[in-house]
């Protein structure tokens, strides 16, 4: 699927455009994108940024990986692949920070570092290896 296709959407435009809260990252602030790509007749085009092209081939990447596998299978392999981490963490004796299995989302998964173990060294592990 075409990112601009993508953003043509009404949905998705009307969803970025009531957005409330301040957007944190620049490259992937869609109103200035959208502005910048004229993805409607009164955009104002404005100098966005020149975006690392490993940003632009990564998302160019994923967006062709979801058009070929499906959506439906991409939802699927991500809730698959959060389960078995979460079943390890917890094969490994760890607690998730979030109880509730329908509270969680599968793109992103924390736990509670025991009692007795630094945090911030295990934090640095993590990061380094």
């Known amino acids: 699927m075409n990112i601009y296709i993508f953003l043509h959407y009404a949905y998705y435009r009307?969803?970025?455009?009531?957005?409330?809260?301040?957007?944190?990252?620049?490259?992937?602030?869609m109103n200035l994108l959208s502005g910048y790509w004229k993805?409607?007749?009164?955009?104002?085009?404005?100098?966005?940024?020149?975006?690392?092209?490993?940003?632009?081939?990564?998302?160019?990447?994923?967006?062709?990986?979801?058009?070929?596998?499906?959506?439906?299978?991409?939802?699927?392999r991500h809730q698959t692949a959060s389960l078995r981490l979460r079943n390890g963490l917890k094969d490994l004796g760890l607690e998730l920070n979030i109880e509730k299995d329908e509270d969680r989302l599968p793109t992103v998964t924390t736990f509670r570092v025991p009692d007795g173990i630094n945090a911030n060294l295990v934090s640095q592990y993590a990061m380094k290896e």
């Open 14 to 29: 009307k969803k970025i455009k009531a957005r409330t809260t301040p957007i944190k990252s620049y490259l992937l602030d």
């Open 39 to 76: 993805c409607t007749p009164d955009a104002i085009r404005i100098y966005h940024h020149t975006p690392p092209v490993s940003l632009v081939y990564c998302l160019r990447e994923a967006l062709a990986m979801m058009a070929s596998e499906g959506l439906q299978n991409m939802w699927t």
